[in-house]
């Protein structure tokens, strides 16, 4: 995020709304950032300084840095363009702006030290909660449904899994703890689902807390195909490995048999083998590979391989959304693969419940209307797409979050992780990296076109 300039635009929007309906917006904003910052704290509490001060991958931020940008992007938004406070810390700005300094330099910076840091962080948000405990949720585009409030609590939640991930790189014991998802019984299911061809409406224009590259709805196309029912497994990428997959040119795609080959990849991150064993390494804990989970950080170029060697393809952006949000029998979109409903613990393996994800197959209660099953949650999904912009995008709140990101350089991925909090997931949200990367909690499904 940038420096915003203070919010001064009226937006005509949904126009004056019920107190009950005020106060209800107001409890779900208390709770979302409630609940980003219950999380902050964990991830940033249970290492000691040195730790939360160290880089431990170039990839990453030390985990300080996150820890006051979280506080200064709040700061920014709710404070300064919100409420029209005067600055905090004005000199520290520049220090936690994401596009300033890349993650490798920012070790060097004079960054506020730990306890600095959590005690700015946590001033920020004992004015921001009195802040929202008045706030108009009418007459400008950032208070709109409280829609500043939200964006906070997703980005917050977002720079949760971000840091979650350092954790994953972090050398050292285990610091996190966490149950495991409940045993599944093995899927028997379809292995895939017949998405029928016809048109779909495709983004959203009126999810309060949608962000711009989520907008505007339009109406899409979409010829009948194929898709996975689950996520593809440990099990199933292995054989892609035994057999010679990451040695066999014609499955990859040219970039990615170049990348692979210059980096000696041979597995997905994190695994090894050991004698006749594939061993992972999961939060500071070596353990065999288990065979029934999606199969976790792989780059794009790792799925499309995969995808080619059996005979398929990653599905299309478009093509994800339809399998997630149709609903045959009525012809509309719906928010979540299951209805419209917010993500209830039955649904989808989401925000850090779990510290990996669910066996292929769980959550049935979550599948959509086709029968597809663990579309949000669990894994981020690798699409075939290039993240551009929809028909009638427009930038809002800054160009900074997506317009800059446009472009072939970033591919898709959809539907979210277990390490990606509720209020930053749902049928229509977009995520972008480079094809190269792996330390996310990347993995994917196939597809492929109906036989003509």
Not at 113 to 133: K, N, S
Request: hydrophobic fraction near 35%; proline fraction near 10%.
């Amino acid at each position: 995020m940038t420096a915003p300039e203070t919010d001064t635009d009226t937006y005509a929007g949904t126009g004056s709304r019920s107190e009950t309906d005020t106060e209800a917006l107001r409890d779900r904003a208390l709770a979302c950032l409630v609940d980003a910052r219950d999380r902050t704290t964990l991830l940033t509490s249970c290492v000691d300084e040195p730790d939360l001060t160290a880089q431990h991958s170039p990839l990453m931020s030390p985990l300080v840095w996150d820890l006051a940008h979280i506080g200064n992007q709040e700061e920014q938004w709710l404070l300064r363009a919100v409420g029209g406070r005067e600055p905090m810390r004005p000199e520290i700005d520049t220090l936690y702006d994401a596009f300033e300094h890349p993650r490798a330099a920012r070790p060097s910076l004079p960054l506020l030290p730990p306890a600095e840091a959590r005690q700015y962080a946590a001033e920020v948000r004992g004015r921001a909660l009195d802040l929202l405990a008045s706030a108009d949720f009418d007459g400008t585009r950032l208070t709109e449904a409280g829609f500043a409030f939200g964006m906070i609590a997703q980005h917050e939640q977002q720079h949760d899994e971000t840091m979650l991930i350092t954790h994953q790189l972090r050398k050292g014991p285990r610091a996190l703890s966490a149950p495991d998802p409940a045993p599944a019984a093995p899927y028997t299911g379809p292995a895939e689902v017949l998405v029928p061809g016809g048109p779909f409406t495709m983004g959203t224009s009126d999810e309060p807390w949608a962000l711009d590259n989520e907008r505007p709805a339009h109406p899409r196309e979409v010829a009948p195909f194929w898709i996975d029912t689950t996520p593809v497994t440990n099990a199933a990428y292995q054989a892609f490995v035994e057999d010679g997959g990451y040695d066999t040119e014609r499955w990859w795609a040219p970039d990615g048999w170049a990348h692979v080959r210059q980096h000696s990849i041979e597995a997905p991150l994190f695994w090894r083998r050991d004698g006749g064993q594939w061993l992972r390494r999961r939060f500071g804990v070596t353990e065999p590979v288990p065979p029934d989970e999606p199969v976790l950080h792989v780059c794009w170029y790792e799925a499309d391989a995969y995808a080619r060697w059996a005979g398929r393809r990653l599905p299309t952006e478009t093509e994800w959304e339809k399998a997630a949000r149709f609903d045959p029998a009525t012809g509309r979109s719906r928010r979540y693969p299951w209805g419209d409903a917010d993500p209830a613990p039955e649904h989808a393996n989401l925000g850090q419940r779990h510290l990996g994800p669910a066996p292929a197959g769980s959550y049935p209660a979550g599948a959509s209307p086709l029968g597809v099953r663990q579309l949000i949650g669990d894994v981020w999904e690798w699409t075939a797409s290039d993240f551009l912009p929809y028909p009638g995008f427009a930038a809002f709140p800054y160009k900074e979050y997506s317009e800059v990101f446009f472009g072939p350089e970033h591919k898709v991925l959809r539907g979210g992780s277990f390490a990606v909090g509720p209020v930053a997931c749902r049928g229509t949200f977009r995520n972008w990296d480079y094809p190269v990367r792996r330390q996310i909690f990347s993995g994917f499904r196939t597809a492929r076109s109906e036989a003509v």
